[in-house]
């Protein structure tokens, strides 16, 4: 029986010592928090939790596991459905899937699924030597193992496809266009989110469930769709959303005016804030405009304070309410002094002589009727017009879909704003073709990603096995 107590939250790095480093902030459970949090799962017969997970983890048999302290096999019962554990205990908005579902939400606060997850993945990596499949070869299910399945990007999306595929048996080749694996996972995420050697202890997994990694593969330059599908059944395109968007206002062309999707791969994949120690260097100044709202407008404003910004402000137009960064990255930002301007929209970006931004003219919003997406609409207060005095700028409004694969892949459609158009099961308008994630959704979460890849590889298992 569940004991009724109130939720468990993880313990966290003062924000005083946080901002001076790029250290993980959340400390996780310890093993006797993970199992006093896990007994408050009532174990429903009808667990919406599962319902709410794209990946389909078997949440309540994996806290049950919990509450008994059998850690180990938690872990294994999470790996049935999920090889990216550590990831997605740390970056999934849990809050808005499988804990929305929980019943204990109802008048309480759910059970912490997430950060469970997170404490089994984080046991196994320190008491577990090898990280390895949890299933014997015997496990698998017999196939023709002749069948050759390339997976394209070695992001969320790719991972998860190419991990649950290598695991029925399917002989999978993830082609991955950078030197290094992981994606948006490294390259997009800070070391303070989502350290690195977890995403390199995620990837070894999918490796030993028999996946192959081949990198600096550009797919559509080394090879097209279409070459690729004269050795392989089946092709998951899953190569990510790696075109930042702009607003298309003036001074945008300044210097000191950054995509976040450059910034933050200067600081994650380069090393930036090693520099000197790294060769790459990313030059920013004291007081730092980051535009957005999302989970990456929370990275780039934190990792400015990092960098040694003294002041950095969020200029957003519509309210925090509003806001689609987590909950949690929202607070931590907050906390470590980062200033929100809301319903506040830049129009323009001017200069000094030498052509450095030096400030942003920005107009007042208010809230109008609900638009689209639901949320509120932002509208102008004529004659609002102000300056902000700032000489750095990172505008992080979203990401569109990478286009080289669309543009080198006769009779692939996609949408006008490019991204490839896939039926439920994944499937484009190319025969064997698959795709799954950022390219399909534009910037999508972690989660949703694994589940398009997890979605995707289902259909290639039906599609091979008949």
Known sequence: MAEKKKRLHMQERSAAERTRDFQEVPLGYTPEEAIEEAKRCIQCK??????????????????????????????????????????????????????????LGVKGEPVAIGTLERFVADWERDNVKLQTSNLKPQDKISIN???????????????????????????????????????????GIPEFRLPKKIVDLEVEYVKTLGAEVKTDMLIGNVYTIEELLKEYKAVFVGSGAGLPKFMGIPGENLDGVYSANEYLFRVNMMKAWQFPESLTPVKIGKRVAVVGGGNVA?????????????????????TQEEMPARIEEIKRAVEEGVIFKILTLPVAYHANNEGWVTD??????????????????????????????????????????????????????????????????????????????????????????????????????????K
């Open 46 to 103: 009808n667990p919406l939790c599962v319902k709410g997970c794209p990946v389909e983890v078997k949440i309540p048999e994996f806290i049950k596991l919990v509450a008994e302290g059998k850690f180990a096999e938690a872990s294994r019962k999470i790996k049935e459905t999920n090889a990216l554990p550590a990831v997605c205990g740390r970056v999934c908005p849990q809050e808005e899937q499988c804990e929305l579902k929980c019943v």
């Open 145 to 187: 193992k002749s069948h050759k399945i390339a997976v394209i990007g070695s992001g969320p999306a790719g991972l998860t496809c190419a991990g649950d595929l290598a695991r029925l048996g399917y002989q999978v080749t993830i082609f991955e266009s950078l030197h290094v694996t992981g994606g948006v996972l490294r390259y």
């Open 298 to 318: 929370m990275d780039a404003a934190r990792v400015s304070l990092r960098l040694g910004a003294d002041e950095v402000t969020i200029l957003y137009r519509r």
């Open 360 to 465: 942003a003219e920005c107009l007042q919003m208010q809230l109008g009727e609900p638009d689209s997406s639901g949320r509120r609409r932002p509208v102008e207060i004529p004659g609002s017009n102000f300056k902000l005095q700032i000489d750095t700028v990172i505008v992080a409004i979203g990401n569109s879909p990478n286009p080289l694969i669309p543009l080198r892949t006769p009779g692939l459609k996609t949408e006008k704003w490019g991204g490839v158009i896939v039926t439920a099961e994944g499937l484009t308008s190319l025969p064997a073709v698959y795709a799954g994630g950022d390219i399909v959704r534009g910037a999508a979460t972690v989660i949703s990603a694994m589940g398009d890849g997890k979605t995707a590889a289902k259909a290639i298992h039906q599609l091979l096995a």
